[in-house]
Structure formats: structure tokens, C-alpha cells
């Protein structure tokens, strides 16, 4: 299975657009962290929603890479995203993934995002469900 | 009511960071459309998930200010998006919200996005559920 | 493609358990009715969640028979309900059912609830998302 | 706060149609147990995803009343439901239930359902949303 830093450079080269960084990577789950900047905030000085689910799907898709490999074509086919508490602007949002099922052709995990600091009060989840299609070529 | 213009205009002052331009708002729903760059990309040439909610979630806060006007504080409380087919990055995203409940405190929209000129081939389905203070002050 | 009389005798022998019964099968849609009783009542007088989705999840099941026939394994993988407004225990609850999506194994489908005579004033709004196992074994 | 004999006592009297049986109510959680008959199962032997459902809404229920208290008018507002296996019919089906988050006005928590005996591989995952109506009179 790839390393943390496999993924990382993985990410760097196929998906540049994303500031999302890996913290680590675990059994069947991840952890990432995402900066905020102007580009993240919305009215009320506070993250905005899609923001946030960014950060929950690069790291479900982090924590899936970790568990099947890089090879696999794999997307995201739904994702449900409750947000709980306004995240402040001034610290990063990490994101504590983990799957929930790993199945021959769906693959479901959940995501906890809070602010750095306080993974106690998290400020949305997100369960998500992504589509492998083992016949694919890998993004090259 | 406020008109399409006077929401443009709140968009442009409130909500810089978004492209998503509104192009109608109509009985309880809007119409809006969002440029396609290398910010909204993602692997495979196709749009990205984030940017694809940050449509769904512009245009049902769009068709919610036409509704209620641009007073109340409005926040996203869930958001599920399923997604259909992947968007070519050739063309516009264009969102197509309606509301489908306007309660006294949620309201939940549905909205239908695709590619520009192609709107029988939905790209994504998102419902939204959004919270409404009406004792919170104006974002100013 | 079966006809609606087709579906229904499949639906008694197959699934004895549900009363819901098929209105109409059309292109990519069903529409389905559910009488209500002591079954289906919770606190309040009003008709329980899990009564609502088994009217979505049964109508939805019946447009994506109309359309792919009634030989593959289908089997709901995510359902996403809103519940929008209180549903009386005195009226049918009516479903109108459509596919949003017919793909090669995922099928996306979404369903408006309704009192029955009450169509405009939807009380549950439903996404499921299908997967079906073309190679499996009809029930027989 | 109420004990779990209390709430027991409250849904057999308010809600006399679910078969579901309080096993345990802890801090912001509550574990449930629902027998499995004829009424629960679906074509193939296995549990109809709609009393798969009524479990996991009845347990969050329970982990809200044992939060909040017997009085207030709780409503579900969303569920998403991911089916994650297909479950036996031979056994129980559990709902291990844990609020996410207690607003003042509403409350999110989800629930991981497994076959009785097997809790690492959960049949569903669900998360819910209830809205919590603080001046409405107690049903009585």
C-alpha cells in the first residue's frame, strides 16, 4: 500500500488545485488539513460549505488511495454534508476520515472536520460514497 | 422583492470569491451559471465535486433571497449531491434551483446542474436544506 | 418493458409485505399509492418516516422495473429524505416517482410525496441512488 | 434526565407500533434492539431498508429524549441512509446511535446498524437531523 508521502506526491502532481495537505494516513482511514484564506471564506467571516467538502473529499479520497492503491479510477458518486458549527476563519480544518465499508465496487467513509485544535466541537460531517472502476487506466 | 440585479449586486459585495453569476430568478427558483477554469478542475479533465456544490449552493441561496429577501441570515444546514455525469470542462456549469419547501425556519431546495446547452443530461443533483434566522442582523 | 399490470403481480408474489400499490408505470417514472393505518401512524397523529420511505423506496423500485425489466438484482444503496411537511393520517400518501439517471449500474431516482389530492404540497422529498447486479440470479 | 425505563415506558405508550426495544441510553447515545418477522424482510431473505430505517430514527430518538428530556415536540427534518451489507434475517438488528451535535433548535446524530453479534460489519450507516420545537405541548 502507498505511503503518506506516496499520496502526497500523488496529489501534487494529479490534483494541483487542491491545498489540501495529508497529515497521515491510517488503516483505512486519513487525516488532512486545509489553510484558510480569502478564497475559503464567505460572508460572515466564517468557511464557506464548499470548502469544507473539499476537504472531506480529498480526504476520503486519501484514506481510499491508502486502502486500495493509486491505480484505480475512483469517484465520488454521493455525498451528504450536515454542517454543525460556523468554523472560525483563523485556523486551518483538518479532516479525520475513515471508511466505513469497503466493498468490490462501492467504497463509503465518513468524515469529522474542525477547526485545528478542537476536534471535539466539529463543524460539519460528511458521509460519502465513491465508485471504483478497477478497469480503468490510471490518471498518468 | 428584490430583483435579479439587486442580488447580482449583494453577491458581488457579500460574496467575492464567487464566479457563479445569477442569469434569472423566478417564482421560488433561479437560474445561475458558473465559468469553468483551471480552479474548478480535477483529475481527468472533468469539474471538480466543490465546484459543482458551490453551484448548487449560489443558485439555492439565490432562489432563497428572491423569495424571502436579502435581510435574514441564511445558513446551509445539509447538502446532498449525487453525481450523475462527469462535466465536461469545456463548458459553463449552469444551476437549476427551485425551492421545493419554504417554512418559517428551513427551507429545502433541489437544484439540477449541467453543462451548458445540454440540460437534459444533468451532471449533478444536489438538495439543500438552509436555516433561517430571522432575528440575525444583515450582513453588512 | 413489463407492463404495469406486469409489475404489480411481481410485486405480490415477491413482496408480499408492502401495501403500496402501483398507480401508473410511464418513461423513467411510477406512480405509487399507500393506504394508511394503524401501521403507518406516529405520535401526533401523523404518518411515521419509515412509512414515507418505504413509499419512495417501493416507487422508485417500480420505475426502474418499468425500465430496465424485471430479471436483474437491484438493491438501494443511499436514500436521502426531507421530511416537509405533516402528512394527515386520513388521505392515501400518493408517490411520484422518476429516474434522474439510468446508468450502466448505478440508477438515480428521486420521489415527490403527497396526501392524496394534495400534489402541490409535497410532504417528503426522496433521492435513492440504485445499484443493479446484471449478472445475478432473477428471485424466483 | 429520564432513565431508560422511563423512556421505554414513553414509546410503548406514545408510539405502540415500533417493535423497537431500548437496550441502553448513555450521554448523547442511546443502543436499540429491533426483532426481525416476516414484516421486515424483503425479496432475498434479507431486512426491508425501510425497517432498517425505523431502527436507526427510533434510535436517535431515544439518545434525544435521554439528552434533552420526555417534553419537548421532536421532529425528523432528514435521514440519509447508506445500506452498507445485506443483512440476516436471524438476527436482531442493532442501532448504535450517537448524537453529533445538540443545537437549540436542531439536533443531528448518527447510528450504525449491525446484525446482533456482529458490530464490525454494520448493514447501514445513517445520519439524521431533528428539529426540536421547544414551545409545542408535550404529546399526551
Redesign the interface.
Known amino acids: 500500500m502507498p505511503t503518506s508521502a506516496e499520496i502526497t506526491a500523488f496529489l501534487e502532481k494529479?490534483?494541483p488545485?487542491t491545498k489540501c495537505m495529508v497529515e497521515s494516513v491510517g488503516e483505512q482511514s486519513a487525516l488532512v488539513r486545509h489553510p484558510i484564506g480569502?478564497?475559503?471564506?464567505?460572508?460572515?467571516g466564517t468557511v464557506?460549505?464548499?470548502?469544507l467538502?473539499?476537504v472531506a473529499?480529498v480526504g476520503l479520497y486519501v484514506a481510499i488511495l491508502g486502502e486500495i492503491g493509486m491505480k484505480p479510477?475512483v469517484?465520488?458518486?454521493?455525498?451528504?454534508?450536515?454542517?454543525?458549527?460556523?468554523p472560525t476563519a483563523e485556523k486551518d480544518i483538518m479532516g479525520d476520515c475513515k471508511l466505513?465499508?469497503v466493498?468490490r465496487?462501492?467504497i463509503?467513509g465518513?468524515a469529522s472536520l474542525y477547526s485545528d485544535g478542537n476536534p471535539t466541537k466539529?463543524v460539519a460531517?460528511i458521509?460519502g460514497?465513491y465508485?471504483v472502476d478497477w478497469e480503468a487506466k490510471p490518471?498518468e
Chains 1, 2, 3, 4 share one sequence.
Open positions: 494529479e490534483f488545485q480569502f478564497d475559503e471564506l464567505r460572508p460572515g464557506s460549505g464548499p470548502a467538502m473539499a473529499d479510477f469517484a465520488t458518486t454521493n455525498l451528504n454534508i450536515n454542517f454543525l458549527r460556523m466505513i465499508k466493498g465496487t462501492l463509503v465518513e466539529p460531517h458521509v460514497t465508485y490518471n
